[in-house]
């Protein structure tokens, strides 16, 4: 079957920070992504503000965090990255962070999750808002999922289904 809105490799459950982090990750390596979140709009209420320095460090690595040295073109440091094969898989590289970011940082959720979804859309992921799951079953080889929507009930298939719905999440009852 061709891929399409309703037919995915991977079907996140989801659209919070873990979602659309999961969606923008695996759609830059060319899997077709589609993400369903039950709000029509990023939630903007504060919850998370503050980052620890292994999620500064990693989310740097993977360019979703700027601390201002990092990004100075004219600084050698930003170009260093070394190529190197594991498991059998050629052709890989890992760069270097610039620098460390800092030990704590103070960063909205809101602006992450945004950061996030835009990553996973420009990397072709689909996100559609106002699909609330409402229904998972799954089989040997796919998952089924039904969301309720704004305009009714639509029914989606995928090779993996990810339960990215937070803590009283549909996907794990
Ligand atoms: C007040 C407050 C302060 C916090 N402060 C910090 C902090 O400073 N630092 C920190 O690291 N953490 C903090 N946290 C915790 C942090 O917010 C959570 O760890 C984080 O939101 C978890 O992300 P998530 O993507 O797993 O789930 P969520 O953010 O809960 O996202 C789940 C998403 O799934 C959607 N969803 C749920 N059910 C369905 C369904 N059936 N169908 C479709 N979509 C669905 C929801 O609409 C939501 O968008 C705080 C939390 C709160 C409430």
């Known amino acids: 079957m061709k891929p399409s809105a309703e037919r995915a490799q991977v079907l996140v459950v989801g659209g919070g920070p873990v979602g659309m982090l999961l969606a923008a990750e695996l759609a830059e390596r060319g899997v077709h992504t589609v993400v369903l979140e039950a709000e029509t709009k990023p939630r903007d209420a504060p919850r998370a503000g503050t980052l620890h320095a292994r999620t500064v ?13 990092a990004t100075d073109p004219g600084d050698p440091r930003a170009r260093r990255s070394t190529g190197f094969h594991f498991a059998g898989m050629p052709l890989l590289r890992i760069p270097a962070p610039t620098v460390e970011g800092p030990p704590v940082l103070g960063v909205p959720q809101s602006a992450l999750e945004e950061t996030f979804a835009a990553r996973a ?43 990215c719905d937070g803590a009283r999440s549909v996907v794990r009852t």
């Open 121 to 163: 859309q420009e990397a072709g992921a689909v996100v559609l808002r106002d699909h609330t799951v409402c229904e998972v079953r799954s089989s040997e080889r796919s998952g089924r999922v039904t969301a309720l929507t704004g305009d009714g009930t639509r029914t989606f298939e995928a090779d993996y289904v990810a339960g």
């Open 57 to 69: 460090q990693t989310l740097l690595r993977r360019g979703y965090l700027s601390v201002p040295d």
